[in-house]
C-alpha cells in the first residue's frame, strides 16, 4: 500500500492531513521563516538554510525574501536561479528549475490541485501534478504557473501572466489565459 507522500509525487488522491505530510510542512515552515528573517548580508547562513530546504540547491542562486513553500524538498533549482521578492512555490509535486532562469516578484508556482467534481473535493484529498521550468527562462512579475505546465527553454513569460498549458521553447509568452506571442 503507498503512503500518502508516494500518492502525493505520483499525481494520485492523497490525504494532506497524514503526520508525515504535515511534519513534512511543518519543517519547511521553520526553515522558510528562518530564512525569510536573516538580514541580507547573512549571505552563508541564507545558503546553509537553503541548502536544508530544497531538494537541489547549487550555490549560484539567490532567492530574496519573503519566500514560501510547502515542502521544499521538492524542488529543484539549476545554477544561477535568481527569485526575487515574495514568491510562492507550491511543491506538492516535483518543482524542477533550469539553470539561469529569473522568476520575479510575486510569481507564484503552483503544483496542488482539487479534484473538479464537487462530490470528490468535499472529501478531502487533493492531488499535485510537477511543474518544469527550462533553462534561461525569464518569468515576470505576478505570473501564476499553474499544475502540470512545462516551459521550454529560452522562453519569457509575460507579468501577469496566468499559465494554464504548456509553453514551448524560445517564445514570448504573456496573458490570461497565457498563449505565445512570438517566437524568438
Known sequence: MKTELEKMLAGELYDASDDTLFA????????????????FEGT??????LKQLLGQCPDTIDIQGPFYCDYGCHISAGE???????????DC???TIGSNVAIATGVQILTAHHPVLAAERIKGPELASPVTIGDNVWIGAGAIICPGVTIGDNTTIGAGSVVTRSIPANVVAAGNPCRVIRQL
Open 80 to 90: 544561477n536561479l535568481f527569485i526575487n521578492f515574495n514568491c510562492i512555490i507550491l
Open 44 to 49: 552563508a547562513a541564507r545558503h546553509t538554510l
Open 93 to 95: 509535486a516535483m518543482v
Open 24 to 39: 513534512m510542512r511543518l519543517k519547511a515552515r521553520q526553515l522558510f521563516t528562518a530564512y525569510n528573517q536573516l538580514g
